[in-house]
């Protein structure tokens, strides 16, 4: 399971982190992230880390947006600073461990960034 938390109201230029804890599956090589969606808008990969420690980010939150990762407790952080208006989405962590078909997914939080 994955459990998701720290979205929330802030106002455009603050911060917030979210935080996407696993349990009960075992993590050896795996790529985890998170996907967000607005209304109206396709969904959109924010960022992902590997299980090698590599990050990836969406051009939009280059240089605002960090993902990092806690290994001792099977978690993945996604600090959000610099939060502008069109953040506004709710997030979706994920996990694909390789060798694996399903994705794994978190419940949604929901981030609202006001202007």
């Known amino acids: 399971q994955l459990q998701a938390c720290g979205g929330g109201l802030v106002q455009a230029g603050g911060s917030l982190r979210l935080s996407c804890a696993v349990s009960?599956?075992?993590?050896?090589?795996?790529?985890m992230g998170w996907y967000r969606q607005a209304p109206g808008k396709q969904r959109e990969l924010v960022a992902r880390i590997s299980s090698g420690g590599s990050t990836d980010y969406a051009d939009s939150v280059k240089g605002r947006f960090t993902i990092s990762r806690d290994n001792a407790k099977n978690t993945v952080y996604l600090q959000m600073n610099t939060l502008k208006p069109e953040d506004t989405a709710v997030y979706h962590c994920?996990?694909?461990?390789?060798?694996?078909?399903?994705?794994?997914w978190g419940q949604g939080t929901l981030v609202t960034v006001s202007s």
């Open positions: 994920y996990l694909r461990v390789v060798g694996v078909v399903n994705t794994y």
């Open positions: 009960g599956i075992t993590l050896s090589r795996y790529f």
